[in-house]
């Protein structure tokens, strides 16, 4: 984390603008490619926090996740929008957050700005908190219900 801290400093010294949105990110679907091509948009260098696979289980259920930890981060990081990827294993990324500080906060269509965790930090040094809407017809969960239907 101290490397991707010192890098985002350095980034931030030279004038760029650092969005944040954090996830699960169990199976990536174009609703998430969607929803993170508009994320980059609002600045110049995007930092995803991905939940641990422990914390994807307690927010989701025993079932979750489909795809472990290192290889959702893989599949994100090889995404042309994304710059950083992060774990994190609290339940909310609050302390993620206060670490990398971005000008932006950003989350799906299904949080208001008001109720964003960590949007307080953000905006307290200066920065932004927004929702974007989601891409109709994409959903992790009713893609795995999708299949389990499909399944029987």
């Given at each position: 984390?101290?490397?991707l801290?010192?890098?985002l ?5 030279r004038?760029?603008r ?5 996830g ?12 993170l091509?508009?994320?980059k ?14 914390s994807?289980r ?5 079932t ?14 090889a ?17 993620l ?5 971005p ?11 008001d ?9 307290s ?8 809407s ?18 029987r």
């Amino acid at each position: 984390m101290s490397t991707l801290v010192r890098r985002l400093a350095a980034l931030r010294r030279r004038g760029k603008r650092i969005v944040f949105t954090n996830g699960c990110f169990d199976l990536i679907h174009p609703g998430h490619v969607r929803y993170l091509r508009a994320a980059k948009q609002l600045g110049d260098v995007l930092v995803i926090g991905v939940n641990t696979d422990a914390s994807v289980r307690r927010l989701k259920g025993p079932t979750r996740p489909l795809v472990r930890l290192r290889d959702r981060c893989d599949v994100l990081a090889a995404l042309e929008m994304v710059d950083y990827v992060t774990p994190f294993g609290a339940d909310t990324p609050r302390r993620l957050i206060a670490q990398v500080k971005p000008d932006v906060l950003v989350k799906g269509g299904d949080w208001t700005p008001d109720r964003i965790v960590g949007g307080d930090l953000v905006r307290s040094r200066g920065g932004t908190v927004r929702s974007l809407s989601f891409a109709r017809g994409y959903s992790t969960s009713a893609l795995v219900e999708r299949i389990q239907r499909q399944a029987r």
